[in-house]
């Protein structure tokens, strides 16, 4: 990470792949690894630095990602793009423990063990992993305190 002395606000670049982000950036939320109703072409013509993709919307397709094996980038032909692999959706929000995370995919709320986080990681084939939180709600922390 290199910061932008020239510029007055907070800016840097974080050399990641090879390929330089310019901080901060827009980071846009995908389904299931695609910006919804943009086309390929188009994704690249706004030359977007990184996308994001959720556990939550690739958890149904654990299996045909790794049948298929070549990553979510070929899948929706976004080569060109960083994807970042988030273990929560940063709107919802559903009680977690040490062990697991809770999810709400399309075909319900699922529990996901860290080591079935990781075989779907290796699966989608993102560039950055961020962890699994497991968060304790202040509902549930504060009736431990009691």
């Not at 901060?24 to 630095?49: A, F, N, R």
């Not at 423990?97 to 999810?103: E, F, M």
């Not at 399309?106 to 075989?119: A, H």
Request: charged fraction near 20%.
């Amino acid at each position: 990470f290199e910061l932008n002395a020239e510029c007055q606000g907070r800016r840097g670049v974080l050399m990641l792949n090879g390929v330089a982000i310019q901080t901060p950036c827009l980071v846009p939320y995908t389904e299931e690894g695609h910006l919804p109703s943009l086309t390929p072409d188009i994704v690249d013509q706004l030359k977007l630095e990184m996308l994001q993709v959720s556990l939550q919307d690739m958890w149904p397709n654990l299996q045909m990602m790794e049948k298929y094996g070549n990553g979510i980038k070929k899948l929706n032909n976004l080569e060109n793009h960083l994807y970042m692999f988030i273990s929560r959706d940063p709107l919802t929000y559903y009680e977690s423990n040490k062990n697991n995370v809770s999810i709400n995919t399309k075909g319900g709320i699922r529990t996901v063990s860290s080591k079935d986080y990781m075989q779907l990681a290796r699966s989608i084939q993102p560039d950055i992993i961020t962890s699994i939180s497991y968060d304790i709600s202040w509902v549930s922390s504060s009736l431990l305190l009691m």
